[in-house]
């Protein structure tokens, strides 16, 4: 049977048509996706989703909900034209919706716009130069980054929608393993509902009377302690008219910012930082 196997592999591989599948990858180009975005590749997708959700390994997680064994869908790399929606069937468990492997010592070099994920996540791992936009995110889907190497530049996540349970408390970005190489990373101007929002810019305003004013920016940022550029105002309420205060910022560690003043006053204090 080994040997079977081997010879259709060699066969397939030597053949001048492309790869429909290997195991238990499957590669949409070969149903016919046009990797140029010049022709219309949504029923390739249609089909090649159809049949990898087919490929099941006989075992069941739950009655209804079918244990698809680690298949995966390769896009391999291209300009996809999708004009069709397309669903990943409900029977599949733990489904990604776009995996964005890791490719050490070279960029990523992917752009997702205008994109629609239904209950699915986008998992990037060590991205570097991945640009997502315009992206609408249903039901609690979101986009995970995943730490291989530690490291991720270049990645632009900006202008999207996320909709999902309030109940889950689901973030919009999540951190899977610790990044140690972070470079021109910006998740900022994305807006949504019943879901926890993430950037990595933040915009606080803090009033009070003291002399000590502190914006806490945890469950914003992405990144754990990495405010890099801040800028901050300082504004006297109730008209006083007393001496000018003096004022600093005199703590910007684990995402909070500290601000104090020399004098007590009722104060408000607007700060906008980034990573």
Known sequence: MKKMKMRRMRSIQASCFPMVFLGRV??????????????DSSDAFLQGLN?????????????VVHDLGRLEIDLQSGDYKISKPFRFP??????????VKSNPGASS????DNCYLDYISIVMEDPVQVHVTNGFFLGDANVVIKSVHCTVSGLNIVDNMFNGNPHN????VILDGEFWNIDQVVIDRNNVNGMSLKSTVG???????????????????????????LHYSFYLKGGQT?????????????????????VKVNGVVSIVVDL
């Open 26 to 39: 499957f590669y949409l180009i070969g149903f016919g996706a046009d990797p140029t975005g010049k022709q």
């Open 51 to 63: 049949d990898a959700f087919h490929a099941q390994n006989g075992l069941d997680l739950l009655p």
């Open 90 to 99: 409900p029977s599949g468990a733990n489904v990604v919706g776009v995996l």
């Open 109 to 112: 070099l992917s752009r997702m």
């Open 169 to 172: 408390e689901i973030l919009t």
């Open 203 to 229: 915009r606080l305003t803090v009033p009070g009377t003291g002399t000590k004013w502190v914006a806490n920016f945890s469950l914003i940022f992405v990144f754990p302690n990495r405010i890099v550029n």
């Open 242 to 262: 007393s001496a000018f205060t003096v004022h600093a910022v005199t703590s910007m560690s684990s995402n909070m910012v500290v601000v104090k003043s020399s």
